[in-house]
């Protein structure tokens, strides 16, 4: 099992710039992706960045793509999401999950407690 751990959320103003972190401790070694995901009220969680916990491929939604940039320190086992020129639609709580391999072969997604990002017009 992974535990994920978020921090970095709070109150901007639009324009202004936020970093998350997502530190990840447990079965680490069994990682194999992390994902940034959101969820607004009212709707649905969705997926606004990804990066290979090894090789540091990442994607991105096109909603946050050339403002948003994740990150990793495998040193630290954290993951950052840097996040630029925020918008009052980027309001959501912002949750890290792991993607990883169990013991026995499964895949697992383990997900954090979530951070508050509030973005003011």
């Known amino acids: 099992q992974i535990q994920l751990v978020e921090s970095g959320g709070g109150s901007v103003q639009a324009g202004g710039s936020l970093r998350l972190s997502c530190a990840a401790s447990?079965?680490?070694?069994?990682?194999?992706?992390i994902q940034w995901f959101r969820q607004a009220p009212g709707k649905e969680r969705e997926s606004v960045a990804r990066?290979?916990?090894?090789?540091?491929?990442?994607n991105y939604a096109d909603s946050v793509k050339g403002r948003f940039t994740i990150s990793r320190d495998n040193a630290k086992n954290t993951v950052y999401l840097e996040m630029n020129n925020l918008r009052p639609e980027d309001t959501a709580v912002y949750y890290c999950?792991?993607?990883?391999?169990?013991?026995?072969?499964?895949?697992?997604?383990?997900w954090g407690q979530g951070t508050q990002v509030a973005v003011s017009a």
């Open positions: 447990g079965r680490t070694f069994s990682i194999y992706l």
């Open positions: 999950a792991a993607d990883s391999v169990t013991s026995d072969g499964r895949g697992s997604r383990d």
């Open positions: 990066i290979s916990w090894s090789g540091g491929s990442r």
